[in-house]
């Protein structure tokens, strides 16, 4: 059951978008020869602070699919995540602690899951408007495949995130900026329930 916590376009146009990111993403992988099979890590332990309200909406729209035991079940990981990042902080430690949606490995909201958890992986980049580019070299696995190369497939992310501002602006509009801005866990959207607009 598909359950509309944003408008049936908006949602389309996220799930469009996020599938574009998995192809931009599953084309570098394949010109590396790289996936994630065998791996010895799961990076969705990565500790990660999301920032669109219309993710986090889409997110809740993924969860309010399940079934209300299961929510639960992921609602009660999302407090024992939020808690163990608590501890982690307050010794000064960035936090590695399984993601509250991540079911034995393999992620429990696939099609929901973040801009962030689609882009982890193979390199990356982005290029802001003054033409500076910042780099991202992937997962430890991948960069050991790509080893010294200096140049190499990389996922270009400009495109992507001006899209997504788009969506975040299409969701708020007038609102935006008077909503404080965003700076979330998963397991803390998960705690907040759906994002009030
Ligand atoms: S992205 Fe990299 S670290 Fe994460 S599961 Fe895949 S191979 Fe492992
Ligand atoms: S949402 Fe899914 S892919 Fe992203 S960190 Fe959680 S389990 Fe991993």
Redesign the pocket.
Known sequence: MEVSILQPELAAKIADLYSRMEQAYDLVARQLDFTCDGCPDNC?DSYFLHHTYVEWAYLWQGLMALAPERRKEIENRAAEYAAACERALARDERPQVM?P??DEGR????QH??MI?RMHGVPSSLTFPNGKVQKFPGCFRCQEIVGDRQAGPSVERASLFRELVALEQELLGEKQGQLPKLKKT?AEMILAGPPRL
């Open positions: 969705c993601c949606l991540n992620c429990g909201l696939y899951r973040l958890c998963i």
